[in-house]
């Protein structure tokens, strides 16, 4: 038998990793918006390395704003039981506020502070809970689809740079001596 604690904490992972997967997708739109756009200016003008290194400050400030918005800002909020609690309810109708109640009412019990509530009523609730934790789908909290569509995202990223150099290795090599190695 699972406590919602554990599952908690296997959901806040399960979050992380999604805003890992954006973040990252995020980035390498820029970098890939970059290498086709300094490729073809590049390529047409003759840029000279100031102009080329003045691309790069961009691409690097861009990256580091696109970083901060979609990784760093919402890694460092805090996931708290109740409000991944919340979110599995918004999921699952049938809970009907059940896990979160267990949630609320264990923290009461650990405390000792019942106040005008019955804490046999409150065990009864959270012993509920616990034993139909384990059939909860943790997934419902959790935006898989968008999960996913970024991870598509990062591949089609990838690919691009793959297919690139696959299909001539050599204006990518000199690409990147020319705009990231600025020789």
């Not at 696109?66 to 890694?75: S, W």
């Not at 019942?114 to 609730?125: C, D, P």
Request: aromatic residues 10%.
């Amino acid at each position: 038998m699972t406590s919602p604690g554990v599952l908690f904490s296997r959901l806040r992972g399960r979050a992380r990793l999604g805003i890992l997967v954006e973040g990252l997708a995020f980035a390498l739109v820029a970098f890939i918006c970059f290498m086709l756009l300094s490729f073809a200016i590049d390529r047409n003008l003759r840029l000279e390395q100031v102009y080329r290194i003045g691309l790069f400050v961009v691409f690097v400030l861009t990256s580091l704003h696109l970083l901060r918005k979609h990784l760093f800002a919402p890694i460092r909020v805090d996931l708290n039981d109740d409000e991944l609690a919340l979110a599995m309810e918004r999921g699952e109708v049938e809970l009907q506020q059940a896990l979160i109640s267990a949630v609320q009412f264990e923290r009461s019990l650990d405390a000792g502070s019942f106040g005008n509530e019955s804490a046999q009523l409150m065990q009864q609730v959270v012993a509920d809970v616990q034993q139909r934790v384990d059939s909860l789908p943790a997934e419902s909290a959790l935006d898989t689809s968008r999960v996913y569509k970024f991870g598509a995202v990062i591949f089609g990223c990838l690919a691009v740079v793959a297919t690139w150099g696959w299909l001539d290795d050599d204006s990518l090599g000199l690409w990147a001596r020319r705009n990231i190695l600025m020789s």
